[in-house]
């Protein structure tokens, strides 16, 4: 039986490779944009999925919160369209966080692992689980799910590595009314 | 004489280097509390290795390089870790970052030093000694030095050219202690199996030249068994082999790019390096602190600090790494219209926010400013494309179509436009007659840019996570049917002899009809009624089979996810692992 | 917080103006000297106008209207503006050409730093194409009546009439240009020169001294790195090989080098009006193209045109060519091997 399950994960594997969909460009390219949080905040499993509906006309590019005003700006130069607002029913801006498990009050239930979707998450069962910050989107689907709430979304803060020199001040002092 | 070339560009403005000048080197008193950083540069970081409260000898390590660009911090003095706490830093920021709080016991006790001779020493053991000793460039960018060190070149050059104004530490070393200076230059030019040294001294400093003259005259006669590498001729250090070389006055004539292109002709461009091209560059500075490590065992735990601008008393001292600034700035009694602090110099310096910040081993310079010495900028005006800027650019930049292209965040452009060229000399804002802030704009395309390469980065590592976890579910989809199938498979099979024993036994009289409904269905994962059909007996092992395997399972339970993880992200999970266990053992005790 | 560099040289958009009105002024005395004191009624005339205009609209803009009034850059233009137009050109000429200038081709395009043509050149087209024949009455040279010039400039405004047979003469360029065009009169080059009053030694007469106070003030703004050498040489250059290949091909009809050079605006073009950084090329290879093209440009129009000089409309037809000619013309960056081509390495 493990076997047949190596023989066929290694036929699925090959086959991902041979029988790779030429992926849509346009889906690529509009996939690049999003900011890949992998929320579904825009109502899709995912970014892919949120790229193909652009795409195909289906949705509105001003669905994705996390990819924020700039993201918009970037789908609508990429599209040729109008820049819209983001529209308030998908969410709003957030500064960029990761989830933090309380690991005092974690109870091993593998909920948040399942619900993960770019399996930033360690743990199993009745193990206390542990969330690897580097790889969490801040997607907050791992919320929901937790029995116990012990997850919290924890702003990351600005460290050296993160500074960022910002914009020079507008250097003519009435210039904004222009 | 050496031909000398001319890189592009440059200017010059007033070197005011008089004051600071004409004091020798004086050591500044100890204070009593010292901060320490453990991450003394943009890249060297370093591992903490004391905990508060632990007592430290002066020179001994506190934290080990870490990573390959770290480098190793030790404590400035004897005395005693306070805490290990986060505190400001001196860097434009002035964000926060975890030092060593030391306070001083007033003894000095050293730890126990190990010098080498550096003539009878494996290159590895003495750059592995460089390492240890912390040493980083002392010109500015505290790259560590044994990791430029690491390759073989044909030219070394020591930078001594010192070319922002009011800075001082670099002459009055090369006056003070030349000697060293020279022994550091051979000793990284034997650890480089270097043909030639030059060291580069701006013309107006014509004292520090004649010291280093003098060094390179006395220095003993080239040893027995020089060191040599990859066949490479023997380093011989007399006057044909080390030259001091003036160099034209021109600001940013100590740019390392920039003096090796005066000295060699040759041109570097952004992404390459010396050794690419058969040189390498150091400060002065870092060749005294080479000297001080290989031949003293003294790890790098003080420097020269110049004091320059609005002081009563400008100087050179030397100082503690640690010390804060506060404490140094008193000994040159700044005068009361001191606004500001700048740590380094007035072209390339930025403004402290807090003068209770440390000296750490960038800190070359602290000017004092006054609105009376550095009257603020008039307001900007908008560019007229003059040119200035472009004529003054050592790169030869456009900056000012940089400065559109930043200015309206279009950050591809300043890419095409060579932005990360910019060495961030501000020869082009200080020549700009409209005033304009011109390297803050490349300062904030430039972070803006980084900042877009690691979302980038880690939206790909996300993407990338996200289609393996679907590819995943997938498979285990996919498993889970194999397995099922094969489950039933195997009951049927199991059916099937059963049925042929049956018939062995001499029960003919059924046997002649096997396709029977039951055993039709038991195509169907699941599917009880084929268990029913089979003895009881049977079915009982099967639970029993099942519960062994549930119970190897759970007692083989591991983490999922964990394959294919960084050393990084292993740390992580080993450290929630440890944190797992704290919980856990109070749990079983209980 | 202030932020590196701590230091900045003494300089100002101010100073460069200001330098560049000084450079103006030994061409301006020569001026005087030959054709009378009109021009520095034009000249004052012409600076009130675009200072008034630059405040108004700087007003209407909502900037700091004293930073840019003072900046130089709108008496600039109003200096070129003035010395570009006939001196005994009527009063509300100038001041149309002024806030033709000011106003359209500045302000209308962003203001300081931003406007793609040169100001002044904008202006000369303009009139010259609304106004050809006030734009083509040149005063008699060594006519220094201030009160006829006066009557000239300001007539119209105290209902008078403009009496200006006595000092109106044709220039040089227009002379030659009438001259060698009449199907009726086989005339010659060598011809022309000899008869006619309007031409000096090299050049114009009179105007060949107006363009050695250009050419002076010129040298000096190179001098005083202002500008670089790349433009006026180029243009200079250009003009002189250009108009020896027409004159060896056929001396009769295509003037010498020199007298194109001592003539008309080449010499204020060459150091005055080519060399604007805002609307000229900034590169130093594209500078050599841009000046090497307007140079060009003009001679042809000289030659073969229908105005009798084609400064203006070469400075203009370039000034369209700048972002093409910058983009294709970057220079090598330190260390690399080929230069940014329209911005990328190939």
């Known amino acids: ?178 | 004489m050496l031909e000398l070339f001319r890189f592009p560009g440059g200017v010059k403005p007033v070197s005011h280097k008089e004051a600071s000048a004409a004091a020798p080197i004086t050591r500044a008193p100890l204070p009593k509390l010292l901060v320490v950083p453990f991450r003394q540069s943009a890249t060297g970081a370093a591992t903490i290795q004391v905990v508060a409260g632990e007592k430290v000898l002066k020179g001994q390590i506190i934290g080990v390089a870490e990573g390959a660009f770290g480098s190793a911090v030790h404590a400035p003095t004897s005395g005693l870790v306070r805490a290990i706490e986060s505190r400001m830093l001196p860097h434009p920021s002035g964000l926060a970052a975890p030092c060593a709080v030391i306070e001083a016991d007033g003894e000095e006790r050293w730890v126990e030093l190990s010098p080498l001779d550096p003539f009878d020493s494996d290159p590895e053991i003495v750059r592995a000694k460089i390492k240890d000793a912390g040493i980083v460039g002392l010109g500015g960018a505290a790259f560590p030095s044994h990791v430029k060190a690491k390759t073989v070149i044909d030219t070394l050059i020591i930078n001594g050219a010192e070319c922002e104004p009011w800075i001082t530490c670099d002459d009055r070393l090369m006056r003070e202690r030349a000697d060293e200076i020279v022994s550091g230059a051979i000793i990284l030019g034997r650890l480089m199996a270097a043909k030639r040294i030059f060291f580069g001294v701006e013309d107006n400093k014509p004292a520090a030249a004649a010291a280093l003259h003098a060094a390179v005259g006395g220095m003993p006669p080239p040893s027995p068994q020089p060191l040599s590498r990859e066949g490479r001729g023997a380093f011989h250090a007399d006057a044909q082999t080390i030259q001091v070389i003036s160099v034209p006055t021109l600001y940013p004539a100590g740019g390392e790019k920039q003096l090796i292109r005066v000295l060699t002709g040759i041109e570097i461009p952004y992404g390459k390096l010396g050794p690419d091209f058969g040189v390498q560059c150091f400060n002065v500075g870092t060749a005294h602190a080479v000297a001080r490590a290989v031949q003293h065992g003294e790890p790098l735990i003080s420097r020269i600090v110049t004091l320059a601008g609005n002081f009563a008393r400008a100087g050179n001292f030397d100082v503690l790494i640690g010390t804060p600034i506060d404490a140094l700035l008193a000994l040159g009694a700044p005068l009361p219209d001191t606004d500001r602090v700048v740590m380094g110099g007035p072209m390339m310096g930025f403004t402290l926010h807090d003068t209770a910040v440390p000296v750490v081993k960038a800190s070359n310079c602290l000017l004092a400013m006054s609105p009376a010495l550095f009257p603020p900028p008039k307001p900007a005006m908008p560019c007229i494309r003059c040119g200035a800027c472009t004529r003054a650019c050592p790169v030869v930049l456009q900056p000012h179509e940089l400065y559109w292209y930043a200015r309206a965040k279009n950050f591809g452009k300043t890419q095409e436009y060579h932005l990360f060229d910019c060495i961030e000399c501000g020869c082009c804002a200080y020549v700009c007659p409209s005033r304009i802030p011109l390297v803050d704009y490349y300062r904030f395309a430039k972070s803006e840019i980084r900042a877009r390469e690691r979302e980038k980065l880690a939206a790909d590592l996300a993407r990338e996570r996200y289609e393996f976890r679907q590819f995943r579910e997938e498979r285990e989809k996919a498993e889970k049917a194999v397995r099922l199938a094969a489950k039933a498979a195997e009951t049927k099979a199991k059916l099937a002899r059963e049925e042929a024993a049956k018939v062995g036994a001499g029960e003919t009289a059924i046997a002649g009809e096997p396709g029977n409904t039951e055993t039709a269905l038991a195509g169907e994962p699941g599917n009880t009624e084929t268990a029913s059909v089979a003895p009881v007996n049977d079915k009982l092992a099967l639970i029993a089979a099942a519960q062994a395997r549930a119970a190897a399972k759970k007692a083989a339970v591991a983490p999922q996810n964990t394959a294919e993880l960084t050393p990084d992200q292993q740390a992580q999970v080993a450290e929630a692992e440890a944190r797992r266990a704290l919980i856990d053992a109070p749990k079983d005790s209980a | 917080m202030t932020s590196s560099p701590h230091i900045l040289q003494p300089a100002s958009v101010q100073r460069v103006m200001l330098k560049v009105l000084v450079a103006l002024t030994p061409g301006i005395a020569a001026y005087v000297w030959f054709f009378g004191a009109a021009i520095l009624v034009q000249l004052a005339l012409a600076s009130v106008t675009a200072l008034a205009a630059e405040a108004l609209i700087l007003r209407l803009r909502h900037k700091p209207v004293l930073l840019f009034v003072t900046d130089g850059s709108a008496l600039v233009t109003a200096w070129l503006v003035a010395l570009t137009f006939p001196p005994i050109a009527p009063w509300w000429l100038t001041v149309c050409g002024v806030l033709t200038a000011i106003v359209v081709a500045k302000h209308l395009y962003g203001g300081l730093g931003q406007n793609p043509f040169n100001p002044a050149m904008v202006a000369f087209c303009t009139m010259i194409v609304a106004f050809p024949q006030l734009m083509s009455q040149w005063p008699h040279v060594e006519f220094h009546s201030f009160s006829v010039q006066f009557n000239a400039i300001f007539g119209g405004l105290f209902g008078l009439q403009r009496q200006l047979d006595a000092i109106v003469m044709a220039t040089p360029l227009d002379a030659l240009r009438t001259v060698l065009r009449d199907p009726e009169q086989v005339a010659t080059i060598a011809g022309i020169l000899g008869e006619h009053a309007t031409f000096g030694n090299i050049g114009g007469r009179g105007w060949e001294w107006v363009a050695a106070g250009y050419l002076v003030g010129g040298l000096w703004l190179i001098q005083q790195r202002i500008i670089t050498w790349h433009i006026p040489v180029a243009f200079i250059a250009t003009l002189a090989i250009v108009a020896t290949a027409f004159n060896m091909i056929n001396p009769q009809h295509f003037a010498s080098a020199h007298f194109h050079l001592f003539t008309g605006g080449a010499m204020l073009g060459a150091f005055f009006i080519a060399t604007d950084p805002v609307s000229g090329a900034t590169t130093p290879l594209g500078k050599l193209i841009f000046a090497a093209g307007a140079a060009l440009i003009m001679l042809i129009i000289r030659n073969f045109g229908a105005y009798p000089d084609g400064m203006a409309f070469a400075i203009l037809l370039m000034n369209l060519l700048v972002p093409l000619i910058d983009m294709h013309t970057q220079p090598r960056v330190f260390g690399h091997k080929s230069p940014p081509r329209g911005g990328k390495e190939p």
């Open chain 1, 1 to 178: 039986m493990a076997l047949g399950a190596v023989v066929l994960g290694a036929a699925l594997g090959f086959a991902a490779v041979k029988f790779k969909v030429e992926g849509d460009p346009l889906v690529e390219k509009i996939d690049a944009i999003l900011p890949q949080t992998q929320c579904g905040q825009c109502g899709y499993p995912g970014c892919k999925p949120y790229a193909q509906a652009i795409a195909s006309g289906e949705a509105d590019i001003n669905c994705c919160p996390p990819g924020g005003e700039e993201g918009i700006r970037k789908l609508a130069d990429l599209l040729g369209r109008e820049f819209k607002e983001l529209s308030g029913e998908h969410g709003i801006e957030k500064p960029k966080s990761v989830a933090v498990i309380d690991e005092q009050i974690c109870i091993g239930c593998t909920l948040c692992i399942q619900a993960c979707p770019v399996d930033a998450i360690v743990g199993a069962a009745k193990q206390m689980h542990t969330i690897i910050a580097d790889q969490c989107t801040g997607c907050e689907l791992c919320l929901p799910p937790c029995p116990v709430d012990c997850i919290l979304m924890v702003p990351l803060p600005e460290t050296l590595d993160t500074w960022k020199w910002k914009y020079p001040v507008i250097e003519i002092k009435s210039a904004h009314h222009a």
